[in-house]
């Protein structure tokens, strides 16, 4: 039996290599969509895999989290990434209650097995540790993303970010109260 270690990770490893065997396919059928301002579930199939533009892109927003006061865990199996998660430092909202975990991934072989759990739970740990009162999340629409935050008890933004929602109109605004 293999162990599974989260960690934080410094900017100096944050490079494209670092994901060589990560695997971010994920095959999407239903979407979430607000129709008369109720979210409702569409058929948007289409599928979603990552090649080396968007892991150089990921990497430099990684870096910058890092670089700016924010935390990315890495999941390793051994020495291999198999899901990471990152936690932006700047508060924001009325009254700065939010920090925005921006991102958490598995890889695709490594999912359903309580990774994504493990970093979320992680993320939690550390927004509490800066003072912040809820995480944001500007989360896929995709039926098994939201599902994933909804089981962990995520509920729709009580305050949209509007940056966010702009840079990703289809995701779901959602928050997690600490």
């Known amino acids: 039996m293999t162990t599974m270690e989260i960690r934080p ?11 060589r065997s990560f ?4 095959k999407v ?13 569409k058929d948007i199939p289409f599928t979603e895999d ?15 989290t890092v670089a700016t006061g924010g935390i990315v865990l890495g999941a390793f199996e051994e020495d291999t990434l198999v899901g990471f998660a990152s936690l932006e430092s700047e508060r924001f909202g009325k009254g700065l209650p939010y920090l925005q975990l921006s991102s958490l991934h598995v890889s695709h072989e490594h999912r359903s097995m309580g990774i994504g759990r493990r970093l979320f739970q992680e993320m939690i740990l550390d927004a509490r540790r800066k003072g912040a009162e809820k995480l ?3 989360a896929h629409s995709s039926e098994e993303t939201q599902n994933f935050y909804r089981t962990l008890g995520c509920v729709e933004a009580e305050e ?19």
């Open 9 to 19: 990770l410094s900017e100096a490893e944050l490079e494209p290599g670092l994901f």
């Open 23 to 26: 695997n971010r396919y994920q």
């Open 29 to 41: 059928t239903r979407c979430y969509r607000k129709h008369e301002g109720s979210w409702v579930l």
């Open 50 to 64: 990552w090649g080396p533009e968007e892991y150089a892109y990921l990497v430099q927003c990684l870096k910058n």
């Open 136 to 138: 944001y999340i500007s």
């Open 160 to 178: 949209y970010n509007e940056k966010l929602t702009a840079e990703e109109p289809f995701d779901c605004q959602l928050e997690y109260i600490l």
